[in-house]
């Protein structure tokens, strides 16, 4: 008999992804834009019925730019940032319309009773990969837009795979250790760590990450696969190994500073101090149907709560 998965969501990679992928013609009676709203709760909808967790958590940024990343590493995300505060998390650029939506969210996911979490001072990213490192009875499927999140695909001790969702659900793909290593040329057997060290060479703009000047995705695929990891690289490169051509160990010395701090801003953080906000298994019904109604009436969230009840019902 197969084990119901663990239903890890990134849940801010999955709503923006439905404010963009629909228009903001959506709206409640009083105007406000519900476009996320109702993609993520289609979202979910579609992840009951389709993938049947037993469980599922909606995980949270209570910090979308941590300190300790940007105490490592400063142009973290520094374009992200629309306000810096004097106390507490910067401001993050988000759409003006977007910004009202999450509360919404929020209180719909706690009406129908379904988990979500967060830990103080880091990313939702944190937050997914200390639930699948802790969790010991069943497979972990986690659920993102975001690529940074295949450094968690592994066999053991737990099953973990990542629905990538980056071109929306009906072309999600199921991406396991095999699946990740066929498609960066990296060894499936520890196609998740390889995937953190290939990243850190390659770099990402999107996040502030300079990378290896002159080394691409490929080049760095091929040096870990060849070396077996960043700290191993790094090392032969230190030796002047004569493994290494002469202009890449150039390039690599000359980033050392860089790939000194890379691994703290890159690697997903395997203990971070979760808080959820209820038990995890998914409900048969609502946790709180006259505050589900209640909320539909309101935002004129409609078919879209309708189809997230059905699916919770179906089970």
């Not at 579609?46 to 142009?75: G, H, K, M, T, Y």
């Not at 650029?93 to 967060?118: N, S």
């Amino acid at each position: 008999m197969t084990t119901a998965p663990l239903a890890l969501l990134d849940a801010a990679s999955l709503y923006f992804r439905s404010f963009y992928a629909l228009p903001d013609t959506m709206t409640a009676p009083d105007g406000t834009p519900v476009n996320a709203v109702r993609g993520f709760a289609d979202t979910i909808a579609r992840i009951i019925v389709d993938r049947r967790p037993s469980r599922l958590v909606a995980c949270l940024d209570a910090d979308w730019r941590p300190q300790f990343r940007v105490d490592a590493l400063p142009s973290y995300k520094a374009h992200r940032v629309a306000e810096v505060a004097d106390e507490g998390v910067d401001v993050e650029e988000v759409p003006d319309t977007l910004t009202p939506q999450v509360p919404i969210i929020l209180d719909l996911l706690e009406a129908v009773g379904l988990a979500t979490a967060e830990a103080e001072g880091f990313e939702a990213d944190d937050v997914i990969g200390t639930l699948a490192t802790r969790e010991a009875t069943d497979p972990v499927e986690v659920i993102t837009g975001d690529r940074d999140l295949f450094q968690l695909v592994r066999t053991e001790p737990t099953p973990t795979s990542v629905i990538y969702v980056g071109k929306g659900w009906a072309k999600a793909e199921v991406l396991g250790p095999a699946e990740v290593g066929a498609r960066y040329g990296v060894p499936a057997e520890h196609a998740g760590p390889a995937y953190a060290d290939m990243a850190m060479l390659r770099g990402d703009p999107s996040d502030g990450l300079p990378g290896v000047a002159g080394i691409g995705e490929k080049t760095a695929a091929k040096l870990i696969t060849q070396f077996g990891s960043l700290e191993a690289l790094v090392e032969a490169a230190r030796k002047e190994s004569p493994q290494l051509p002469l202009k890449t160990r150039t390039r690599l010395n000359e980033a050392a500073d860089y790939l000194a701090v890379a691994p703290t801003v890159v690697r997903v953080a395997e203990d971070a101090p979760v808080v959820q906000s209820r038990d995890d298994r998914v409900p048969d019904g609502p946790a709180d149907p006259d505050r589900v109604a209640e909320l539909a009436e309101r935002w004129n969230l409609g078919n879209s709560v309708k189809r997230l009840l059905d699916a919770l019902s179906a089970r």
